[in-house]
C-alpha cells in the first residue's frame, strides 16, 4: 500500500511539473523578425484566403462558362399509368355511312324514301391510348451560334483576371500594413529604452549629487530638483512602455495572433540608402503596376464584356439537336415497342420582349461609365498621394541626416555638462537642459526613420511592388 501511494505522488509531481513547463513555453515570447511576421500574417489574413476562394470560383465559372459551348448529352426516362385514358371526340362514322347508303338507295329508286330510315349526325367519344406507357429519351444539342455563349466565355476570362489582381491588391496592402505595424514596434520599444536610459542617468546623477550634498558641496534646491526630475520621468518612462506594448497588441491584430500569446519583434529600425526612382518616371510606373488601378482596369474590361453581352440578345442563336427515343404501350403490361429518331437544326431570334434588352444595354453603358470616371479619380488621387510621399521621403531623409549629427553634438554638449558639473564649475540646469536636448535628439531621429521606411513602404505599395509571392 506504502509502495502504491508514493508511485501516485510521484505521478502526481510529474504532472505538476510538465504542466508547468509547458505553461512556460506558452508564456515564453516569441521571438518574430520581418519576414516571419508577413509569412504569418499572409497566411493567416482571412481577406487573401477570401480573395484566393474568388480566383478558384472565378476558375470554375470559365469552366462553366465554356461548357454552354460544348455538346449536351441528356437522358430520360419515364413510364406512367392512365387511370382514366384521355377522350377525344370524333363524327358518327357509323351514322355517315347509314345515312350515305339510305340516300343513293331512295336516289336511285331502290327503295321508297323512307325518313325513318336515317339516322341523326352527332359526335362520339374514342380514346387511342392504352393503360400504360414508357418512353426511354436521348437527346443530343450542339450550339452552332451564339453570340450571349461566346461572350459570356470572354468575360469569364477576365473576371478570373479581375479576381487574380484583387488578390495582388490585397496581399500588398497586406504585407504594407504589416510592416508598419512591424516598424511601429521597433520605434516604440527603441523610444521606451531611450526614456529608460534618461531615467537611469537621471537617477545615477541623483545619487551624485546625493553624495554631493551630504558633502555640503550643493544645495537642498538642487537635490531637490534632481528628485523632481527623477520623479517626472518616471511616469513618461511607464507610459512609454504601455505604448509598446500597445503596439504590439496592434502588431498581433494585423498578424491575426492570439492576444495572449507574447511576441518579441527581432530587428533593427536604422536607416538604409533606398534609390528611388525619378518621380516622373514613377508617375508613368504608376499609371502601369498600382494594383487597385488594375483592379479598376480589368473591372472596365468586365463593363464592357456586359454591354456587349446583353447587346448579343438581339441576336439569332442557332442550335443543332438530335435524338433517339424507344416507347411503348400496354394494356396489360405485354408493351408493343417501337424506336423513333430525328436529327435537325433550330433558328432562334427574339423579335420583341418590351424593350428589356434595350433597358440592360444602357444600364450596362452607364457602369461602364461610372468606371471610367472612378479610374479617373482614382489616378488623380494615386497622383497626388505618389507625390506626397515623395515629399514625405525626402523631408525624413535630411532629418535623419540632421538629426544624426544633433546626436553628436548633443552627446558632447551633455559629456561637457556632466564633467563641469562634477568638477563644481557648472548648474544642475546645465546637465538637465543637455540630457533633455540628447534625449530629444534620439527620439527625432528615431522618428524620421520610421517616417523614411513608411514612405518608402508606402511609394512601393503605391507602384505595386510586391517583394513577397
Not at 166 to 183: N, V
Not at 205 to 231: D, H, P, T, W, Y
Amino acid at each position: 500500500m506504502k509502495s502504491k501511494f508514493i508511485k501516485n505522488q510521484i505521478l502526481i509531481f510529474c504532472i505538476i511539473i510538465t504542466y508547468f513547463i509547458l505553461l512556460s513555453e506558452n508564456l515564453k515570447a516569441f521571438n518574430l523578425t520581418l519576414d516571419s511576421a508577413i509569412r504569418i500574417g499572409i497566411t493567416n489574413n482571412n481577406e487573401l484566403r477570401i480573395s484566393l476562394l474568388e480566383i478558384e470560383k472565378a476558375e470554375k465559372a470559365v469552366k462553366e462558362a465554356k461548357g454552354h459551348a460544348y455538346p449536351s448529352l441528356d437522358f430520360t426516362t419515364s413510364f406512367y399509368h392512365y387511370i382514366q385514358k384521355p377522350i377525344f371526340f370524333f363524327p358518327d362514322f357509323l351514322a355517315l355511312l347509314n345515312n350515305s347508303t339510305y340516300g343513293i338507295l331512295f336516289r336511285e329508286g331502290l327503295l321508297t324514301q323512307d325518313q325513318s330510315k336515317l339516322l341523326p349526325m352527332g359526335l362520339i367519344k374514342q380514346s387511342f391510348v392504352l393503360q400504360n406507357q414508357f418512353e426511354s429519351k436521348l437527346q443530343f444539342n450542339q450550339v452552332l451560334f451564339n453570340s450571349t455563349v461566346f461572350r459570356g466565355i470572354g468575360a469569364s476570362k477576365i473576371y478570373l483576371d479581375l479576381s487574380k489582381f484583387k488578390y495582388k491588391a490585397t496581399l500588398a496592402k497586406t504585407i504594407a500594413q504589416i510592416k508598419k505595424a512591424f516598424y511601429a514596434c521597433l520605434l516604440l520599444k527603441n523610444v521606451s529604452e531611450i526614456y529608460e536610459q534618461s531615467l537611469k542617468n537621471a537617477e545615477e546623477n541623483l545619487q551624485l549629487i546625493k553624495s554631493m550634498f551630504n558633502q555640503g558641496l550643493v544645495s537642498e534646491f538642487e537635490l531637490l530638483q534632481a528628485e523632481v526630475q527623477v520623479e517626472n520621468l518616471k511616469p513618461i518612462v511607464e507610459n512609454s512602455r504601455n505604448s509598446y506594448e500597445n503596439s504590439l497588441k496592434n502588431l498581433k491584430l494585423v498578424i491575426n495572433l492570439p492576444i495572449e500569446k507574447e511576441i518579441e519583434p527581432i530587428g533593427e529600425l536604422e536607416y538604409f540608402d533606398y534609390d528611388i526612382p525619378n518621380l516622373g518616371k514613377s508617375m508613368i510606373e504608376l499609371l502601369e503596376n498600382n494594383l487597385d488601378l488594375k483592379v479598376l482596369e480589368y473591372k472596365k474590361k468586365i463593363d464592357f464584356e456586359m454591354v456587349e453581352l446583353y447587346r448579343s440578345e438581339y441576336y439569332p442563336s442557332l442550335v443543332a439537336f438530335g435524338n433517339f427515343s424507344f416507347a411503348g404501350q400496354s394494356d396489360k403490361f405485354n408493351f408493343q415497342t417501337y424506336t423513333q429518331s430525328l436529327v435537325g437544326i433550330q433558328l432562334s431570334i427574339n423579335l420583341f420582349n418590351g424593350m428589356q434588352t434595350k433597358s440592360r444595354v444602357q444600364q450596362s453603358i452607364i457602369n461602364y461609365k461610372e468606371t471610367e470616371e472612378q479610374i479617373e479619380q482614382l489616378k488623380s488621387f494615386l497622383k497626388k498621394q505618389l507625390y506626397e510621399k515623395y515629399l514625405e521621403f525626402e523631408k525624413s531623409k535630411k532629418q535623419i541626416l540632421a538629426q544624426g549629427k544633433n546626436i553628436k553634438l548633443a552627446e558632447k554638449a551633455y559629456q561637457i555638462a556632466q564633467t563641469r558639473y562634477k568638477e563644481g564649475t557648472g548648474i544642475q540646469l546645465e546637465l538637465k537642459n543637455s540630457e533633455l536636448e540628447l534625449r530629444q535628439a534620439k527620439i527625432n531621429y528615431q522618428q524620421a526613420v520610421f517616417e523614411y521606411i513608411v514612405a518608402i513602404i508606402d511609394i512601393e505599395n503605391i507602384l505595386g511592388v510586391i517583394y513577397y509571392e
